[in-house]
């Protein structure tokens, strides 16, 4: 799904994540240099808080997502998409890795 490029900043903000095989997790989706930067607030073994989850350029809404081992090993982005479900919920697909739903941290 594309997104209305006059409405990028429609995601800034905060938004709960249930990463698979972790617990809920808080990322901040911010609008830098035109693409949607998520960074995670709580982060986990594998992508630690204050790193990118993903980014997305909002007039596609294809990006990349960053995946990592135990302990931030070997950390890399790979192919994603960003899929908007409504004006509270959103899934980012990691490509052939899964997605994780957020809603609006309220």
């Not at 209305?4 to 997790?25: A, M, T």
């Not at 997502?65 to 070997?74: K, V």
């Not at 409504?86 to 890795?97: A, E, G």
Request: hydrophobic share 35%; with cysteine.
């Amino acid at each position: 799904m594309k997104s209305d490029p006059s409405s990028q900043s429609q995601l800034v903000g905060e938004w709960i994540g249930n990463y698979r095989g972790h617990f809920e997790e808080v990322i901040r989706i911010d609008l830098i240099n035109g693409k949607w930067i998520a960074t995670k607030i709580t982060g986990d073994e594998n992508v630690p808080a204050g790193e990118i989850t993903w980014r997305v350029d909002p007039t596609t809404c294809t990006g990349e997502g960053q995946i990592a081992g135990q302990g931030f090993l070997q950390p890399r982005f790979i192919p994603g998409h960003l899929e908007i479900l409504s004006s509270d919920r959103i899934v980012f697909h990691w490509q052939d890795l899964g997605q994780v739903e957020y809603r609006r941290d309220d």
